[in-house]
């Protein structure tokens, strides 16, 4: 299920806005981070770095999103998630 976390007038405050929502409910390096893209690598690499200032140390990986999920998302859209090892 996809679902509308915030909207934000730039995708660094929306990315900031995920991680204080990640910080609240306690991600730290217990967690895998997985930040997903449709095509626009930069911004996916942007998101990440702002993630991994955040979470230093935190185990992570840079993917290409499915066909499916860039159908919902657009074509240069970005997915951040964060799971318990």
């Known amino acids: 299920k996809i679902t509308l976390f915030t909207i934000k007038r730039s995708a660094r405050k929306a990315v900031e806005s995920i991680i204080e929502h990640l910080k609240k409910i306690g991600v ?3 967690y895998k981070l997985y930040v997903c893209h449709g095509g626009d690598i930069s911004s996916a690499e942007a998101a ?14 840079l993917l290409s999103l499915s066909p499916c999920m860039i159908t919902h998302g657009g074509p240069d859209c970005v997915l951040i998630q964060a799971i318990k090892k």
């Open 48 to 61: 990440l770095g702002q993630l991994l200032t955040a979470f230093p140390g935190i185990d992570h990986e």
């Open 28 to 30: 730290d390096v217990s």
